[in-house]
């Protein structure tokens, strides 16, 4: 089904032999889509740009599509979709497992790196914010056809290990480790970190424990890999609970066997240089360099990034990367992208998406009330607790374990919504009572206005459902409209790995639905309206779980 904006950018392009800048309308007054791509070329051929716009528009032949083209402004041209084409449409898409979004014509193999948390620490909320932003982007872009390729690039490597081995050799709890590998781990390090402070001398241990680890020392090889396995074991709960799973999960001990060899490469091209005793990358745009070797041999996190960039494009070819970090990172990959761009051959768009702080209700980093980093796991704990509040309050008649999977779903959906539903960029603060309100922009309203469409059709007992779709109110158009929109939305999502266009679909979706069912009976009408209207309302419904599905947020069927 060749959707509307390509009708017509085919058309305008065809017209005007330039691209046609189709948008859509800021005020659906003047039409639904508007092409900016007039201006350029009347300035370019020194053109009158109204007039140029004038003579595109009645040229245009798109009279089963739309209404008369209108010109407006400085030169745009607006226009209307056609009743008839709009009810054509959406009868396509009610037939279709794809709601009529299109397959990709041009397939892309993307590599998304993201949540990366550091073993032997807890996962902290500033992960979350990854790990949900990344599969959401990798379910997007699956479901447009493109082939993604999902890789956890875990911290397992690094200096943390000399007192981490120091600790597990010497003051291990083996009945806390069994409890809470990680909680005893965190504490470990602490504990050798705090000895190192108060006896320095401590530090030439903590040293030569690393230098056997790196050296590959058999015991402390075992120990290190012991790390590994229990915070992967834990890592793997949270991902459960979140739904999330990665296709790979390298991490970056995997890379080390590289490294002297990239910073070997890196000096014979000249690319990097020896500068204060280390060996460094000076790229354009920042002043400091990156150091891929410090003046004790030791490589750093730069060095790894390089090594599995490398790897990456040998073994995947992809056409873009995609990483998903906070926003202290962003010079960090400016200095990785601007140096690979030096150093291979040919370099895949790689995009590093960066995201803001969740902050407390005091407009500062989200902590406990100790201070301490809030725990992932603690987190999605509440989130379930303070759901099955909500539902046992709306519901205290269902059974318990009804309840139980509702708090789940609506817990851990609002948690990720809440995050979804922000533009990346920017910090937001983390509130219980705005994430669970059943009112506003949540999960719990989305998911329960899913309910509602659904109850439609529990009443109605109907089985098959076909016949065209027909708009005849203007809330049933303007709703039908909307639904078109879905393949828009869903690229705008992956042209800017920015979830939020689609958390704002939806619920635009939601509030269309409304003026629609308030405006229109549906189970009342007769035939064919009643068909026609219920089909509008499956197709709305299952939209409605495609996209939260999207968004990694199941649907229930009762609320
Ligand atoms: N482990 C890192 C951290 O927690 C994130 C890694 C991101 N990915 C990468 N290729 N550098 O900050």
Redesign the pocket.
């Known amino acids: 089904m060749q959707s509307a904006i390509e009708i017509i950018s085919a058309a305008v392009e065809h017209a005007l032999g330039a691209p046609a800048l189709l948008r859509p309308c800021a005020d659906p007054q003047f039409g639904d889509y508007q092409a900016n791509g007039v201006m350029a070329i009347a300035k370019q051929t020194k053109q009158n740009p109204r007039a140029l716009a004038e003579k595109i528009a009645t040229q245009l032949q798109l009279a089963d599509v739309c209404e008369p083209p209108t010109v407006a402004g400085a030169g745009f041209i607006n226009f209307k979709l056609r009743r008839e084409f709009v009810a054509a449409q959406v009868t396509d898409a009610a037939r279709d497992p794809r709601h009529g979004v299109p397959s990709a014509s041009k397939l892309k193999i993307v590599v998304i790196?993201f949540s990366?948390?550091?073993v032997a620490k807890p996962m902290h909320v500033g992960?979350i914010r990854s790990t949900i932003l990344g599969d959401c982007l990798a379910r997007v872009l699956k479901f447009l056809g493109h082939r993604v390729v999902t890789d956890n690039?875990?911290?397992d490597w690094g200096t943390q290990f000399g007192m981490l081995i120091i600790g597990w050799k010497k003051h291990r709890d083996d009945a806390a480790l069994q409890r809470d590998a990680i909680t005893e781990l965190e504490r470990l390090y602490k504990f050798v970190n705090n000895q190192c402070e108060l006896h320095p001398a401590l530090r030439e241990d903590v040293k030569a424990e690393l230098v056997k680890l790196q050296q590959g020392d058999a015991e402390n090889h075992a120990i290190w890999q012991q790390i590994i396995d229990l915070s992967k074991h834990e890592f793997d709960r949270t991902y459960a609970r979140l739904g999330v799973s990665f296709d790979h999960t390298f991490g970056e001990s995997f890379y080390n066997p590289m490294l002297a060899g990239v910073v070997a490469d890196l000096r014979a091209h000249d690319i990097a240089i020896e500068s204060d005793d280390a060996i460094c990358i000076f790229v354009e745009g920042s002043k400091a360099p990156l150091i891929i070797q410090k003046a004790d041999g030791a490589f750093l996190?730069g060095t790894t990034?390089l090594a599995?960039l490398k790897y990456r494009l040998d073994k995947w070819h992809p056409d873009e990367i995609v990483?998903v970090?906070d926003a202290r990172?962003q010079l960090h990959f400016k200095q990785v992208f601007a140096a690979a761009a030096k150093w291979l051959p040919k370099v895949p768009d790689l995009r590093h998406v960066w995201f803001g702080s969740i902050l407390g209700e005091d407009g500062k980093p989200l902590k406990t009330r100790s201070g301490e980093n809030v725990k992932l796991g603690e987190l999605l704990d509440e989130a379930e607790e303070r759901a099955l509040a909500v539902v046992t309050e709306k519901n205290p008649d269902l059974p318990e374990q009804i309840r139980n999977t509702i708090a789940r779903v609506v817990g851990i959906g609002a948690v990720k919504y809440a995050d979804l539903s922000q533009n990346r960029t920017t910090d937001y603060v983390f509130s219980w009572a705005k994430m669970l309100a059943m009112n506003g922009n949540t999960a719990p309203y989305m998911q329960y206005a899913y309910v509602r469409v659904q109850s439609i059709f529990r009443k109605a007992g109907v089985a098959t459902l076909d016949g065209p779709i027909a708009l005849e109110h203007p809330t049933e158009l303007d709703l039908a409209k909307h639904i078109l929109r879905f393949t828009e939305t869903l690229q705008a999502v992956a042209d800017d790995d920015k979830p939020n266009w689609l958390t704002a679909y939806l619920y635009d979706l939601a509030g269309k639905f409304s003026a629609f069912y308030d405006n229109c009976p549906v189970i009342q009408s007769a035939e064919p309206t009643r068909s026609s209207r219920l089909q509008l309302c499956r197709l709305t419904a299952d939209i409605m779980k495609r996209g939260l599905n999207l968004l990694g947020i199941e649907t229930i069927e009762q609320m």
């Open positions: 790196d990366s948390p550091n992960h690039h875990i911290g996190y990034d599995t990483y970090t990172q």
